[in-house]
């Protein structure tokens, strides 16, 4: 049971460049979100999408875009790289129950934007 | 303004010694979380409370929600307990927010 599995672990990117980092999770979960973690800040919430096919802005959107490909894959893209999107990424997924459901989170994606 | 505030933010210990990490949050919640974060490593959840307190081996996590307080106990700790340590507090199904983390060193 591999749980949340996201890629690439490690990135380096020059500005203006795009990429996508890809998440999945097996465990059959509606609830999939994108935080991302920088240096004396908690986990800031870039998208979430509560099911298949339907996604929304978090706390920090601009720069990004999510795809909800199907329930098991969550992908984030940055179209345009800038420096202030140098952070580690993680992809997390909940538990099946509304409110109460455990959070399963990925390794995290470690992004640096030169 | 945060509304998830953690206590302390750094914290070493020897081993062996009992630790208490403290969360608190000004909004009102149905859950919160504590997840362990290994240096380079990934998040894993510890535990999820909405009332009481539960024990999962040498760590025990208690709430109490009037007061708008949860507590993480470590027990007999140990260097392999180093870690920051988060809590999260669940506004909504898919509302959380998150402390800045207690970062834990424990020394042999």
């Known amino acids: 049971n591999a749980g949340v599995t996201q890629t690439p672990k490690f990135q380096v990117l020059k500005t203006g460049q795009s990429m996508t980092l890809q998440c999945a999770q097996d465990m059959n979960h509606n609830s999939m979100y994108w935080y991302r973690q920088d240096p004396g800040m908690g986990l800031r919430l870039i998208y979430y999408s509560a099911s298949e096919g339907t996604t929304d802005k978090g706390e920090v959107p601009n720069g990004y875009n999510v795809s909800r490909l199907n329930k098991r894959e969550f992908s984030l893209r940055l179209e345009s790289a800038a420096p202030s999107q140098t952070s580690v990424y993680f992809c997390a997924s909940k538990g099946r129950l509304a409110i109460t459901g455990e959070l399963f989170f990925g390794e995290g994606s470690r992004l640096t934007v030169l | 303004k945060n509304e998830v505030e953690q206590s302390p933010q750094n914290l070493t210990a020897q081993e062996g010694e009992f630790i208490t990490i403290n969360c608190s949050y000004s909004v009102g919640i149905s859950a919160l979380h504590w997840l362990q974060q290994h240096p380079g490593g990934g998040i894993v959840s510890l535990f999820m409370?909405?009332?009481g307190k539960k024990k999962h081996g040498r760590l025990i996590a208690t709430i109490n929600i009037q007061e708008k307080h949860s507590s993480l106990h470590i027990t007999a700790s140990h260097p392999r307990d180093s870690a920051v340590y988060i809590c999260?507090?669940?506004?909504?199904?898919?509302?959380?927010?998150f402390g800045t983390g207690t970062s834990l060193t424990v020394i042999p």
């Open positions: 409370l909405s009332s």
């Open positions: 999260a507090a669940v506004l909504t199904g898919n509302q959380f927010y």
